[in-house]
T-cell receptor, first 114, second 114 residues
Framework: AQSVTQLGSHVSVSEGALVLLRCNYS??????LFWYVQYPNQGLQLLLK??????LVKGINGFEAEFKKSETSFHLTKPSAHMSDAAEYFC????????????FGKGTMLLVSP | DVKVTQSSRYLVKRTGEKVFLECVQD?????MFWYRQDPGLGLRLIYF???????EKGDIPEGYSVSREKKERFSLILESASTNQTSMYLC?????????????FGSGTRLTVV
């Protein structure tokens, strides 16, 4: 069975500081990994995904994530936070099989202060 | 872009009522999903469908049913609404099974059962 753990339900940073949101997964087969962002009163929007190939994945709005198989991690980073980045972020995993659905972490709320 | 439309943003229903939540996608996606989102619990899968008239239980199907009579439409039914079903409901679709396709989400329906 697959699962996702997001460390920290809330992360606070100052504008211009590094953003690091942590995600660890478990999967019995090679995983597909995703980060989604949710702004208030909206649905989830795909930020980036890892399927195969290059382990450093770049997404929208300057975010990137690195798949580290040995650490079973897929942490999300952004070099410099902007006020507009304040939102809830969800990591998700699906297994590399035809019948797998996405399993989500519990989410991390990113707070950005001026 | 794929659009997933949920018919209502906000709903208030009484305990015991039969409630229908409607979801329509406009890009011929095979797969459709219903999740509920609760603070601190993340997204939990209720039901999903890989084809017309086909449905599969997710992690928390109790108290819910679904209908998929047409490829573009996936309905979630609360047979007898209860207060513990007060939640945000998110519909999603994806192109095909497997291959790391991410999901496209609707904007959500916030249901309050009183």
């Amino acid at each position: 069975a697959q699962s996702v753990t997001q460390l920290g339900s809330h992360v606070s940073v100052s504008e211009g500081a590094l953003v690091l949101l942590r995600c660890n997964y478990s999967s019995s087969v090679p995983p597909y990994l995703f980060w989604y962002v949710q702004y208030p009163n909206q649905g989830l929007q795909l930020l980036l995904k890892y399927t195969t190939g290059a382990t450093l994945v770049k997404g929208i709005n300057g975010f990137e994530a690195e798949f580290k198989k040995s650490e079973t991690s897929f942490h999300l980073t952004k070099p410099s936070a902007h006020m507009s980045d304040a939102a809830e972020y969800f990591c998700a995993v699906s297994e590399n099989s035809g019948y797998s659905t996405l399993t989500f972490g519990k989410g991390t709320m990113l707070l950005v202060s001026p | 872009d794929v659009k997933v439309t949920q018919s209502s943003r906000y709903l208030v229903k009484r305990t015991g009522e039969k409630v229908f939540l409607e979801c329509v996608q406009d890009m011929d996606h095979e797969n459709m999903f219903w999740y509920r989102q609760d603070p601190g619990l993340g997204l939990r899968l209720i039901y999903f469908s890989y084809d017309v008239k086909m449905k599969e239980k997710g992690d928390i199907p109790e108290g819910y049913s679904v209908s998929r009579e047409k490829k573009e439409r996936f309905s979630l039914i609360l047979e007898s609404a209860s207060t513990n079903q007060t939640s945000m409901y998110l519909c999603a679709s994806s192109l095909q099974r497997g291959l790391g396709y991410g999901y496209t989400f609707g904007s959500g329906t916030r249901l309050t059962v009183v």
